[in-house]
Nanobody, 115 residues
C-alpha cells in the first residue's frame, strides 16, 4: 500500500525558512505528479505547488518567489523549500502524489509562523 510521510514542519518566526519533505513508500510504479497543499484553520484546502514527472512546476500566486518545490526521483521524495515565511502561511501542509492515475495523500505536517 502506498504511504506518504511528511516531515519538516514546525514553529518559525516570520521571515524564517523551513523545508518540508515527503517520502513515498511501498510503490514500484513511477510517480507522475507531486503536490503540496495546505489547510489553515477555518479555510479550505488549497494547492500550494505542484511538480510534474518532467519537472515542470506551478505555484500559488501568494508563494511565488518564496517557495520552491522539487523532487528526488531516486529517493521517491519530494520537497517544499519555504523561505520568507509569513503568518498567513500557517497551516497544515499535505503532500499528495499521483501514481497510475490514483491520488494518494499524506497525513500532513503543521507549519506555524509567528509574527
Amino acid at each position: 500500500q502506498v504511504q506518504l510521510v511528511e516531515s519538516g514542519g514546525g514553529l518559525v518566526q516570520a521571515g524564517g525558512s523551513l523545508r518540508l519533505s515527503c517520502t513515498v513508500s511501498e510503490t514500484r510504479s513511477s510517480i507522475s505528479k507531486m503536490y503540496w497543499y495546505r489547510q489553515a484553520p477555518g479555510k479550505e484546502r488549497e494547492l500550494v505547488a505542484q511538480i510534474s514527472e518532467g519537472g515542470s512546476t506551478n505555484y500559488l500566486d501568494s508563494v511565488k518567489g518564496r517557495f520552491t518545490i522539487s523532487r528526488d526521483y531516486a529517493k521517491n521524495t519530494g520537497y517544499l523549500q519555504m523561505t520568507a515565511l509569513e503568518p498567513d502561511d500557517t497551516a497544515v501542509y499535505y503532500c499528495s502524489v499521483i501514481i497510475q492515475n490514483a491520488k494518494y495523500w499524506g497525513r500532513g505536517t503543521q507549519v506555524t509562523v509567528s509574527s
